[in-house]
């Protein structure tokens, strides 16, 4: 889960940072969008490493749920008998959803990479100019997409906090005082995640970016 995991993250922080190019402007991103089709080259033909790293990214999402899906398996068959009454408040809110907070930002890829990749749910859905397409997705008059991306870029803000946490138990951290580094550094991390892609929509939504 943890090494997974990390791809994923690392994969997040880069389009979050390639994200906020859409505030130097349509050159600066349309430019952008297209250098990341030749990343590479000349060595690697067009679009190869893109095809490489959505191959590395659907190993590891693949990977990433499988090895959630052996954990739980294992840890039903650890305690066969369900506990007869289970209290409520159990580890904190991100703990207690990572399962459906991972469900949901699946479904949410699944939609983004149909607005924002192919084009097929964007109103303009033009390849070829990725800042027309994130402006026109986010315009006023499109509040629920707004609302869409804000609710899953939060669902992927609440799962990172808890991943990430339990991402630096596993690789080796055990003290009670690098537990507390380590609950810090998640928030810290998720927060700026989650403002940093939070920016765009509602830049577009006040008219920040047009
Ligand atoms: C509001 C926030 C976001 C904006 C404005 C945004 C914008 C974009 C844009 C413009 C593209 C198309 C790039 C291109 O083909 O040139 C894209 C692709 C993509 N985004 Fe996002 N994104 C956001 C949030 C996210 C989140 C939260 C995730 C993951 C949980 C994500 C995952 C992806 C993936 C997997 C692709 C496909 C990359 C590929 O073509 O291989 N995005 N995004």
Partial sequence: MAVTGLLLVAFLFAHMAGNLKIFVGAESFDHYAHWLRRIGSPLLPETWYLWIQRTVLTVALIGHVAAATILTRRARQARPVRY??????????????????????LLFVIYHILDLTTGTLNPIGDKAHPYANVVADFAPGRWYVTLVYTLAVLAVGFHLRHGLF????????????????????????????????????FAVLTGLVR
Avoid at 84 to 105: E, L, N
């Fill in 166 to 201: 339990s991402a630096v138990r596993t690789l080796g951290q055990q003290t009670p005082r690098g537990e507390q580094r380590a609950k810090a550094v998640s928030l810290a991390l998720s927060i700026s995640l989650v403002a940093g892609y939070l920016s765009v929509p």
């Fill in 84 to 105: 007869a009454h289970r209290p409520k408040v159990q580890g904190s809110y991100a703990a207690r959803t990572m399962r459906w907070g991972g469900v949901i930002v």
